[in-house]
C-alpha cells in the first residue's frame, strides 16, 4: 500500500484567518508531500511496502528512524488536515464526545487549557494529543512525527506545533495559534468518528 498525498478536505482560502493559504499551501504541497515521497522509497526499501501506514509507524518505530519519521508524518498529516474545518472549534462537541470529556479531562475548559499546554511545553517540533487509552481519554505530547499509536494509544485529535504549521501565521507565538485551533478549527466530526472506531 503505497502512501498517497491526500487532497485537502477543503481549498487553500477556507481556514482563514487562521491559518492562511500560504500555510496551508506550504506545509500540505511541500513538507506532507516530502513524507509521502520520502517514506514511499524508505518502505519499499526495508520491505514494507505493503503495509497500512499504521504498520509501518508500528514496525518501524525504534528500529529504522528515518522510516519512522516519514510514515509517522504522514500518519499524523493524513488525520490533521480532517482535524480542521472552517467553523470549527468551540465547546458545542457532539454527546458521546462531551461526555467522554467530562468524565475523563475534567470537562470542556479543563481539556483546552490542558491541551494547549501540552502543545506550547512540547520543546521543539512535535505534536499535542487526545488518545484514548485502555478505554479513557489522555492528553499526551510527543518529539518530533512520535504519534501515541506507538504508545499503545489510539490518538482521536492531535496538533502538529512544528514551526511550520505556524510560523507565516502566528511567528513566534505558538500558544496563540493553539487556542486559535481549539476555538476556531477543530473538526469535532472527525474527532468522533475516531473516537467511535477507537
Known sequence: MAFELPALPYDYEALQPYMSKETLEYHHDKHHKAYVDNGNKLATEAGMGDLSVEEVVKQSFGKNAGLFNNAAQHYNHIHFWKWMKKGGGGNKLPGALQKAVDS???????????????????????????????????????????????????????????????YIDYRNARPKYLEAFVDSLINWDHVLELYEKA
Open 104 to 166: 475523563d479531562l475534567g470537562g470542556y475548559d479543563k481539556f483546552k487549557a490542558d491541551f494547549i499546554a501540552a502543545g506550547t511545553t512540547q520543546f521543539g517540533s512535535g505534536w499535542a494529543w487526545v488518545s484514548v487509552k485502555d478505554g479513557k481519554l489522555a492528553i499526551s505530547k510527543t518529539p518530533n512525527g512520535e504519534n501515541p499509536l506507538v504508545h499503545g494509544a489510539s490518538p482521536i485529535l492531535g496538533v502538529d506545533v512544528w514551526e511550520h504549521s505556524y
